[in-house]
């Protein structure tokens, strides 16, 4: 059984819009989050990460909000640009950083 | 949902030992995997492309001597790391390829951290 869900599979966006890429987990133990971004043929590369501790984190055009009574985040892109393009994924950990569970991963594509 | 594992989770050893971790599609078959070795600042950084039945596709700059990849069934890729030194102590995933509502998806396994004394 997967312990983080992106149900979304693919999620198409509007240039200038906002984007809302969602995450659901199952396993209260997890208290670190972290959304990763992936273009063809490379590795996912950090994105933003928040804390069992906080409920929103934000860096540039990404927030991420966390709702641990349940056991969601999402990750919102405002605006939304072309670059943004690429496969989202969310991933969780318990013990701080280590032992990561990711997600199956939600295309976004932003059209111009 | 798919569903890889990774084994051992953890393994400490010591400088000039080999070590080996599986990688394994529990429920699909997957022709493709892919090792990813993380760095700092939480990016993963692709080692190699495995496909079953034939030799992996490594990425520029990573030894294919020292890091052994065998994907010798459908769902298993197994990675190891030769003469291990302690630079080569990191959190090591794998990934596999399957067929989701159309589109091509990873799923990634929980990952393991190769510590080297």
């Known amino acids: 059984d997967q312990q983080v869900k992106q149900n979304s599979p693919s999620l198409s966006v509007q240039e200038g819009r906002i984007s809302i890429l969602n995450c659901d987990y199952t396993n209260s133990m997890f208290d670190y989050f972290l959304w990763y971004k992936k273009y063809p043929a490379e590795g996912p590369t950090f994105l933003i990460s928040i804390s069992s501790i906080k409920d929103k984190n934000e860096d540039g055009r990404f927030t991420v909000f966390l709702n641990k009574s349940a056991k969601h985040l999402s990750l919102h892109i405002v605006p939304s640009q072309p670059g943004d393009s690429a496969v989202y994924f969310c991933a969780a950990s318990d013990n701080y950083g280590q032992n990561f569970v990711f997600g199956p991963g939600t295309r976004l594509s932003v059209l111009p | ?117």
């Not at chain 2, 034939?54 to 020292?66: I, L």
């Open chain 2, 1 to 117: 949902g798919a569903v890889v594992s990774q084994h051992p989770s953890r393994v400490i050893c010591k400088s000039g030992t080999s070590v080996k971790i599986e990688c394994r599609s529990l429920d699909f078959q997957a022709t493709t995997m892919f090792w990813y070795r993380q760095f700092p600042k939480q990016s993963l950084m692709l080692m190699a492309t495995s496909n079953e039945g034939s030799k992996a596709t490594y990425e520029q700059g990573v030894e294919k001597d020292k890091f052994l990849i065998n994907h010798a069934s459908l769902t298993l890729s197994t990675l190891t790391v030769t003469s291990a030194h302690p630079e080569d102590s990191s959190f090591y995933i794998c990934s596999a390829l399957a067929w989701r509502e159309g589109l091509e998806t990873q799923y990634f396994g929980p990952g393991t951290r190769l510590l080297v004394l």
